[in-house]
């Protein structure tokens, strides 16, 4: 169908019959509305201006006056989908639509990071050997202790550790630790500086702040870090 079809009335559209704007476009021309078209194709070149002249050919073809609307765009796949990347709710609305799976409770690193003031009061920088890792996917376990627990090293060492783990997809790491002792902060920590999410090379970092139903929301591709809080003893030791 021609961008030009799309303001007749469907019984109009028909070859040779006398055209007639539809309802949506007569309404935006009285009122001064704007006309925002979406597609799910991909338009390059001069291809958003060939659509906008259509579909002001076919206003005018149905005697109507395309000046009249405050506006014409096109929203092309890319577009779209560089309007839902600065709108990060939206953009989980669309990945909840499309895979069917809850997401209420994602966010964004920095929405996750500021929660509460997290990152307010300024971090103390401590060069204790606080940490340590264990496993085959390298977790990592703030302690209470200093050096006398075993491979324990300090924070800059495990936050260097763990953006490596990181370099390559489809890779985790769990932090351990009783309540309070700065796990979520050491997470944020890791992921706060711009230069350390590109060094990983991922688009995103969401956070769940609970599991939803009897196992966790995901919604995120292989170049995504999803990191998720609050999820309870009985998942831990899964």
Sequence with gaps: MRASEEVWSKATQKKGAQRKLN??????????????GFTGSSLVGSMPAKCIQSIKDGIVEAGGDPILLASIEIYDANKIAAWASQHPSVAVWL??????????????????????????????????????????TSVALPTGGGASVKNAIAFEQAKERVLQHFYAPGRSVRVIGPSGIGKSRFVAEVFKDISNQEACDRR??????????????????????????????????R
């Design 23 to 36: 309802e949506a476009v007569t309404t935006l021309l009285a009122k001064k509305g704007s006309y925002i």
């Design 204 to 237: 995103i970092f969401s956070c769940l702040l609970r599991f939803q139903g009897s196992r966790p929301a995901a919604a995120v591709t292989s170049r995504d870090i999803a990191c998720a809080d609050w999820i309870g003893d009985d998942y831990h030791r």
């Design 95 to 136: 990945n909840q639509a499309a895979s069917g799976l809850p997401l209420a409770g994602f966010r964004t690193l920095a929405s996750w990071t500021n929660q509460g003031g997290r990152t307010e009061v300024r971090l103390v920088e401590d060069a204790s050997d606080r940490y340590y890792l264990t496993g085959p």
